[in-house]
């Protein structure tokens, strides 16, 4: 049977990895994307720059109070509005240990941690098979480059061709969000640039960029996009199956004979294609989850915009909010109508497993009906040599006394030199005698033995001595009763 859509490496290498947990890199190395605002003369100014980092370049980065520098060289015609500082990096994995490698020394990314105020849960719930949505409050922070109030924490999808882990810490007074974002990468295949969706999101919608609660909903979106190729590949494989068992009313199909089809082949790709279903079921249950944590969020996370004095401002943190709102609808909703078809496709699955476990059966039937009449046609053959092999024991049998005789008497029967003497000596007649009559009894015997139904006679015989001592036990116990 052929397999549909063989290429796709995230459907032959769907297992997740058992992590067993975490360390830090020997050196930094990450990269980073700021996207700035500002309120300038003639309407908002956006700013945006990203580079690499390391151990030193990460200091400076964190070090630089972006709420203070203005877009032009006039001071005064700038105003900073908000901001993302997101810093991107993809970790490793020590297939020796099961370790996945953050990539960051434990000093610098202590050092980051701090500055974030990322919670010390962030690292532990990367490692887990789950997806997660939680929050912590931030306590005061003496900088007066960064003071976040609230920090998000968001795994979109439990796993899956890669996993995106992000920490979002976001200071309401400042409107800024430092955020930082891993990427583990699943396969060898890795991908050459995993943030390159994220980027070109926050770049195309900059007045959504700066809400610390967009980037969860694109990699909320990059999760959702990712179930319909495998959905898609899934019900590309049960279509070919149905195809190769026959299983279809299709005219312009060839119709398959099931019995032909190679079983353990089709149940391995069955039961592989029902767990990828329940596994795409579950991942947009979670997405789902994070989703309403997300769409609870944006109505708390500015709470006095409804009285804020600037109606400017406070149209277009509305406006920010039904914008958002209407992209976690139209998630939900996908994800709502992704898993009723999964589950659709779970159940086919269900019942083609059922019918090739029925053609299974009936193929052992007919195996076992062609063994029989095979076995039948041996017996048949078995019982001609034995037929032969009696025959050739009679003929034994009528031999064994005569030869028996002859060598026990070493008789000269037959004298060719005498002359005029007769050929045939006058002893031979007592050869005769006793042969014939001796083979004779030899065959009786052998007949009685095979003929006769000793076993049926001796039971009877058993059975009528044992009757007799029942009565004669019954008689005597009568008589001592009398």
């Given at each position: 049977m052929k397999r549909a859509n063989s290429n796709r490496g995230d ?167 430092y955020a930082l974002l891993l990427f583990k990468s699943r396969y ?295």
């Amino acid at each position: 049977m052929k397999r549909a859509n063989s290429n796709r490496g995230d459907l032959e290498y769907g297992l997740p990895s058992f992590e067993c947990g975490s360390k830090f890199s020997l050196e930094t190395s990450c990269s980073y994307f700021d996207i700035m605002q500002y309120a300038g003369s003639n309407g908002p100014v956006v700013q945006t720059s990203s580079g690499k980092l390391d151990e030193t370049s990460l200091e400076q980065w964190l070090s630089t109070d972006v709420a203070n520098i203005r877009a032009g060289s006039d001071s005064s015609s700038e105003k900073f509005t908000g901001g993302l500082r997101l810093l991107l990096g993809s970790c490793g994995f020590d297939p020796e240990n099961g370790h996945r490698i953050i990539p960051f020394t434990e000093e610098k990314y202590n050092t980051t941690a701090n500055h974030f105020q990322i919670p010390p849960q962030f690292i532990p719930s990367m490692i887990t098979t789950l997806s997660r949505s939680f929050k912590f409050s931030c306590s005061p922070s003496p900088s007066s480059v960064f003071k976040p109030t609230t920090c998000f924490v968001y795994k979109v999808t439990p796993f899956g061709t890669g996993q995106y882990h992000i920490s979002l810490s976001y200071s309401p007074e400042q409107n800024l969000t430092y955020a930082l974002l891993l990427f583990k990468s699943r396969y060898k295949s890795a991908v050459d640039d995993p943030y390159f969706s994220i980027i070109q999101n926050l770049t195309y919608n900059p007045a959504l960029a700066i809400n610390p609660l967009f980037i969860p909903i694109i990699l909320a979106d990059l999760s959702v996009s990712s179930s319909f190729p495998r959905i898609h590949a899934a019900d590309e494989r049960l279509n070919e199956l149905e195809r190769s068992a026959g299983q279809h009313e299709w005219t312009d199909l060839i119709q398959g004979d099931p019995l032909n089809l190679d079983f353990t082949e089709a149940t391995k790709q069955l039961n592989f294609t029902s767990r990828w279903l329940t596994m795409e079921i579950w991942r947009r249950k979670t997405n789902l989850l994070v989703l309403e944590n997300i769409r609870s969020e944006i109505d708390l996370l500015l709470p006095g915009c409804e009285g804020s004095e600037d109606k400017v401002l406070h149209i277009k943190m509305k406006e920010e909010r039904r914008m958002l709102k209407e992209m976690i609808a139209y998630h939900t909703n996908t994800c709502d109508n992704l898993i009723l078809r999964a589950e659709f496709e779970h159940k086919r699955c269900q019942t083609q497993i059922a019918v090739v476990y029925q053609f299974m059966a009936q193929k052992d039937s007919k195996v076992n009906l062609q063994l029989a009449a095979t076995t039948t046609t041996i017996a048949k053959e078995s019982k001609k040599d034995s037929s032969a092999m009696k025959a050739i024991a009679v003929l034994t049998m009528c031999f064994l006394p005569g030869t028996f005789l002859a060598a026990l008497f070493a008789m000269p029967l037959f004298d060719w030199n005498g002359g005029d003497v007769p050929v045939i000596k006058s002893g031979f007649k007592f050869y005769w005698a006793i042969a014939i009559p001796l083979t004779l009894l030899v065959l009786l015997v052998w007949a009685a033995g095979i003929l006769v139904p000793w076993r049926m006679l001796v039971g009877r015989s058993n059975c009528s001595k044992g009757r007799k001592s029942d009565v004669e036990a019954n008689a005597g116990e009568s008589k001592k009763e009398a």
